[in-house]
Structure formats: structure tokens, C-alpha cells
């Protein structure tokens, strides 16, 4: 895909999107983000893995996705560890508090949050250069789940990015 007169443009935002997610504001000012600029034969393993997974599980949107992530020029991968902050009188999580929360292993509210806001701030990025782009839950699980990312990330999407006359990303089938 490097030969693509726009790729290092497209390249130049995707570090630019990292940057905006590790800057954005965070819970108690704890960064537990990790970003990815997956590009090449990666990209595609990703791609296969969520196919694999679309076809076995019968998830239709995988395998969609799947698609639209080989046609990607690369895709942007956002993810966090789930922690808890120690936010005294919190209990977002569900849980009375952090404590509690880790013993029962779940995920913090606000680790959920900031990946949210993380995830928003880059795809601004994005559109404000006018680069076509989706947010993945699809792209992140097969990340997640095979092995591409720390296993210490434990919740992620992906963001592929493509320049063409028409969005890749839209009037998609499943």
C-alpha cells in the first residue's frame, strides 16, 4: 500500500490521531492508553482474524468489517487497561469501590471513559484532514484476541483510514 501518492499524508494523521488520544483528558490524569498504527501484512493478518472470527461465530458485521480493512491504507488502534483509579466514592464501575471492583475483575468506569474520549479526539483528527475513517469494535476484539497488543490492554477498536472518491465506509452490507 505504500505506493499510494496519499499514503504518507494518511500516515502523517494516523500519528497525529495517536498523539490526540494520549493528550486527551484523562481520569485522575492516569494514562493507561496504547495506541498501534497497524499497516501492511499485519493489517491484513488482523483482517483475516476478524473474517475467521465473522465466519465462525456467525458474526455477518466481521466479516464485513473485515473487508473494509483490507481496502484500509492502515488502521489506527486504540485500547486501555482497565484499572481501577481510586477515585474515592465513585462506584461507577457497579462495584461500592476500587477494592471490590479489581477482586470482582471488572472494568473501570473510568478507564472505559477515557478510551472513549481518547477515541473521539482522534477521529476529529481524522476528519478534520478529511481522511475517511470508521470506529471498529470488530478490528480492536481481533486485535485483542490475537495477540497483536499488550495483554495488559484488555478493551480496544480500531480506526481504519482510507482516501477514495467514495467513502469505503458507508452503504456497507450486514
Known amino acids: ?6 499514503y504518507s499524508a494518511v500516515r502523517n ?5 495517536c498523539c490526540s ?6 481520569g485522575r490524569g492516569v494514562n493507561l492508553l496504547y495506541t498501534k498504527i497497524f499497516e501492511g501484512e499485519e493489517k491484513n493478518k488482523v483482517a483475516e482474524l476478524m473474517e475467521e472470527i465473522g465466519k465462525s461465530k456467525g458474526i455477518k458485521f466481521f466479516v464485513r ?3 473494509n480493512v483490507r481496502e484500509a491504507l492502515l488502521v489506527v488502534f486504540i ?3 482497565v484499572k481501577p483509579r481510586g477515585v474515592p466514592f465513585c462506584g461507577f464501575c457497579g462495584f ?5 471492583s479489581a477482586a470482582a475483575g471488572a472494568y473501570c468506569a473510568y478507564a472505559v471513559g477515557d478510551l472513549g474520549i481518547a477515541i ?4 476529529k483528527i481524522a476528519s478534520s484532514n478529511s481522511i475517511d475513517n470508521r470506529i471498529m469494535f470488530s478490528f480492536g ?4 484476541v490475537g495477540g497483536f497488543v499488550p495483554e495488559k490492554v484488555k478493551l480496544g477498536y480500531g480506526i481504519p483510514l482510507s482516501v477514495t472518491g467514495k467513502n469505503i465506509f458507508f452503504d456497507r452490507k450486514a
Not at 488520544?21 to 484523562?26: E, L, N
Open 1 to 6: 500500500m505504500t505506493e499510494f501518492p496519499y
Open 13 to 17: 494523521v494516523a500519528e497525529l490521531m
Open 21 to 26: 488520544a494520549i493528550t486527551a483528558p484523562k
Open 65 to 67: 468489517d473485515a473487508k
Open 79 to 81: 485500547g486501555t487497561e
Open 96 to 100: 461500592e469501590d476500587c477494592e471490590k
Open 120 to 123: 473521539g479526539s482522534a477521529v
Open 141 to 144: 476484539k481481533a486485535a485483542i
